[in-house]
Structure formats: structure tokens, C-alpha cells
């Protein structure tokens, strides 16, 4: 049973379209996370949300935005779509502070064209 | 700026070996660091994490070695297996914050 889920797995897609990515955790956690992972491998944190709440990576653009209609989704919704935003996209989740183990979905390959 | 650094790109171990995968981090204010292992087509796995108190985690064949001083911290994998081929991550937190920063990841092969 997938700890944490994401759909879909790849997206290909044109310039200035608005996609979303979706985010389930079935682990009863209560923090949620959007990571990046560009073209270098570079593996970066882009939103961490708790029903608290939402912290952003200062370096994301506004184009980019956190849903979470319950505890255990976090959607992704990218408006505008540049080429740049070509990546491999995780969602991760923790029970909460920074000593717990985050657990990661599969990841989803943003192509933009 | 990125404050978590893997320098060695790829590492090639034969099977039976230690793998040594290093890792360096320039933020002092760092308190707890992980490893994550990642497979092709999937999501980072937790490995093993330590506690800046500590200079030395082990959980069966793996073993995290912390050095604060020189902000540099090791994975040891022994004996190393075929199995264990994949992308190795180190990731470092500071007090409280639940962000992870991540290094960009070490390509372990073990040859059988």
C-alpha cells in the first residue's frame, strides 16, 4: 500500500498552460512538502505545509501554489508554465518536526514544451 | 547557495567492499543530517540520520560518521552489494525547521 502517492507520473505539456500535480499521504502525517529536482539533481524545497501552516521557499515563483483540501493531500498548482520549470517534482511528507524521517512519493517528470 | 554539498558524482565499488559516500555542509547551524537512497523512477528512502550529538550513528551494514568541526559527515556501507546501487543523498535540517536541504546525490554502483 503507497505510503505517499502522486499523480501523475509524467506530464508533458505546452508553454503558458496551468497544470496540477496531485499529493496523497495515507501515513496520518501532518506536515507535507513540494520538492524540486532540476536538470543538476539539485533536490529543492519548495513548500512545507502543516494545517498550521504554510512556509515558502522564497525562491519559488508566485506562478507556483500549495492546495491542500484535507490533512492528507497537498496538490501543486503551476500557473503559466515556463520551460524552466522542466523537472522532476516530489512531494514528501513527516509527522511534523525536523527530526522526523520525511517520506517521499515517486516523483512527477514535468516536460514543458 | 547551495549548503549541502556531495562532491564525488559517482562512486564504483566492488561487492564485498566498503563504499565511503562524503558529504560536506557549510550551514553551522545545522543539527541533524540524513541519508537517503534513491532508486530510478522512485522517491528518495530515508537510510539512517544522526544528531549533531552524536559523531557516529551504525544500523546494520550502515554507519553515519559526523565530524562538526570540519562540517563533514560519511556514510560507510559494509560490505557493500549489488542491491545497494543507487543515487545516495545527504540532507541536513537546523533546529526546528522542518525544510531539508539536500545535496545533489552520489551514483553508488557495486559491481557484483
Known sequence: ?113 | DQQVKQNSPSLSVQEGRISILNCDYTNSMFDYFLWYKKYPAEGPTFLISISSIKDKNEDGRFTVFLNKSAKHLSLHIVPSQPGDSAVYFCAASSGGANNLFFGTGTRLTVIP
Not at chain 1, 26 to 32: C, I, K, Q
Not at chain 1, 84 to 98: L, N
Open chain 1, 1 to 113: 500500500d503507497t505510503a505517499v502517492s502522486q499523480t501523475p507520473k509524467y506530464l508533458v505539456t505546452q508553454m503558458g498552460n496551468d497544470k496540477s500535480i496531485k499529493c496523497e499521504q495515507n501515513l496520518g502525517h501532518d506536515t507535507m512538502y513540494w520538492y524540486k529536482q532540476d536538470s543538476k539533481k539539485f533536490l529543492k524545497i519548495m513548500f512545507s505545509y502543516n494545517n498550521k501552516e504554510l512556509i515558502i521557499n522564497e525562491t519559488v515563483p508566485n506562478r507556483f501554489s500549495p492546495k491542500s483540501p484535507d490533512k492528507a493531500h497537498l496538490n501543486l498548482h503551476i500557473n503559466s508554465l515556463e520551460l524552466g520549470d522542466s523537472a522532476v517534482y516530489f512531494c514528501a511528507s513527516s509527522q511534523g518536526d525536523s527530526q522526523e524521517t520525511q517520506y517521499f512519493g515517486p516523483g512527477t517528470r514535468l516536460l514543458v514544451l
